[in-house]
C-alpha cells in the first residue's frame, strides 16, 4: 500500500528559543518521506498537554532523547503499516499507545511531530496541499496577522507586568501588504525605542525597553504605526497571562507595584479599551477564574465595543475545557495551540467545536519554535480569523509568514483577505 507508513525515526533538535525539541521523519512505502517537529512553550498553562522531558543535567532537564526513544521504540512499530490518509486512525492509535488525559505517557512532544507528519504525508500522497487536504476547497481565507513586538512579564526585562503586546494588521486589502506593514511598523518602533532609550533587549523577536507602564508601551506602537503611515490600521492587542501575575492566598493580581482584586484588574481593562484601539485581550484573569472573563466580555458588550476576549490558558486547546468556557459565555475568541492538545484530528476538532459556537479564532505558535510551518496551513485548513505568529525577524517566525505568502500566491484570484470579525456576540 502506497500510502502506509514504512519507518518513522525520531531525533532531538533545537528550537529557536535554544531549547531542544523533537523532530521526526516519516517515511511511507512508495519513499515519499516528510519531516515535522514539535513546538514548545516557554508560558505553560497548567491543564496544558504533558510534554516529556529528560530532567538530566545537560540543557537544564530540557532534553527530549527520551521523548525521542519513544518514538522510535513504543510509536514507530505500533503505526507501521497504517494508511495516512485515515489521519483519524493513525492519531487514535497514538492516543491509545499514550492511554492517559494529559499524554504523560507518551508525552505531547513525542505523540504531535508524528501526528503532524502524518498529516503532511497524507496531503502528499493525496496530491494536495496541506491547507486544502485538511480544510477542503473551502479553505481560502489568509489569517491576519497578530505579532508581539513588546515583550513583558517574567520572562522579559521590559518591566512590563502583562506579557506580550502585540499589533492586530487589521487595514489592509491583501496579507502581503498586511506583511509588509507589520514588517516596516515593527523596524519603526525598534528605532524610536532604541533612540529612546540606546540598544534595547529583545526576547523572541519582541522589544524588552524599560518602560513604565502599559499605557507607555502603547503610545510607543502607536507613534510607530502613525510614522509608517499605517494609523488606524494596527489595532492594539494585549497577551496578559494573568495566571502568572495572581496570587493564591491573597486572591489578587500583581500590577504596577498595586494588588488588585478581579473587579479592579476588569475596570483597568475597560480603561485602556476607551483610551485605545485595544482589539483584543488574552487571559485577562487566572486560567480557572471564568466568572471573571465572562464578566468583563459581557462588559465590553454593553460597551458595543470590538475587542475580544480570549481564551488561551481559560481554555488550553481542550474541548472540556472550551465547553465549560462556551457554557459560561467566558469569551469570544479561541487560541489554537496545537501542542496544547497534541495530535491533528484534536486540533481540528476544538477549531471546528469554537465555530459551530460563533468564537473567532486565532492560531498560534509558541515562543520554542522551530521552522515548521505547519501551523499556517493549519489557520487557512480553519479559515482562523487571525494567526499569532510574532515578530517577523526571526527564521522560525518568518517560516510562517512565508508559507502563508506561498499559499497566497497559489490561491491567487480565490484568496480572501477580508477585515476579520474581531468580535462575536455569543447566542
Sequence with gaps: MKDA?????????????????????????????????????????????????????????????????????????????????????????????????????????????????????????????????????????????????????????????????????????????????????RGRLGAILAARFGPVAEVGGALAPPLGDTREAFDFMLQAARETGCEGKMGLALDVAASGLYDEKTRTYALDGRQLEAGDLCRSYLDLVRSYPLLSIEDPFQEDDFASHAELRAKLDALRSPCAVVGDDLFATNPERLA????????????????????????????????????????????????????????????????KSGSPVRAERNAKYNRLLQINAELASRARFAPPIFYRRLP
Design 324 to 387: 465549560r468556557g462556551l457554557a459560561a459565555r467566558a469569551a469570544t475568541e479561541l487560541l489554537l495551540k496545537i501542542n496544547q492538545i497534541g495530535t491533528v484530528s484534536e486540533a481540528l476538532q476544538v477549531g471546528s467545536l469554537a465555530r459551530e459556537n460563533g468564537l473567532a479564532l486565532t492560531v498560534s505558535l509558541r515562543s520554542n519554535e522551530t521552522c515548521d510551518s505547519f501551523v499556517a496551513d493549519l489557520a487557512v485548513a480553519l479559515g482562523a480569523e487571525r494567526i
Design 5 to 185: 507508513i514504512r519507518r518513522i525515526t525520531a531525533r532531538e533538535i533545537l528550537g529557536g528559543a535554544g531549547r531542544p525539541t523533537v523532530e521526526v521523519t516519516l517515511t511511507l512505502d512508495c519513499d515519499l518521506a516528510v519531516s515535522a517537529s514539535a513546538p514548545s512553550g516557554t508560558s505553560r498553562g497548567k491543564y496544558e498537554a504533558f510534554e516529556l522531558f529528560d530532567r538530566e543535567e545537560r540543557f537544564g532537564g530540557y532534553g527530549v532523547r527520551k521523548a525521542a526513544a519513544l518514538i522510535r521504540e513504543r510509536i514507530a512499530p505500533a503505526l507501521a503499516g497504517m494508511s495516512v490518509l485515515d489521519l483519524a486512525a493513525v492519531d487514535g492509535r497514538l492516543l491509545e499507545l499514550d492511554g492517559t488525559r494529559d499524554k504523560s505517557r507518551l508525552g505531547s512532544n513525542a505523540i504531535l511531530p508524528v501526528s503532524v507528519a502524518a498529516a503532511k504525508a497524507a496531503a502528499l500522497a493525496a496530491g494536495l496541499p496541506l491547507y486544502r487536504y485538511l480544510g477542503g476547497q473551502a479553505a481560502t481565507r489568509l489569517p491576519v496577522p497578530i505579532a508581539t513586538v513588546i515583550a513583558g512579564g517574567p520572562h522579559s526585562p521590559s518591566g512590563l507586568a502583562f506579557e506580550d503586546f502585540l499589533y492586530i494588521v487589521q487595514g489592509f486589502s491583501s496579507f502581503e501588504e498586511a506583511l509588509e506593514a507589520l514588517a516596516a511598523t
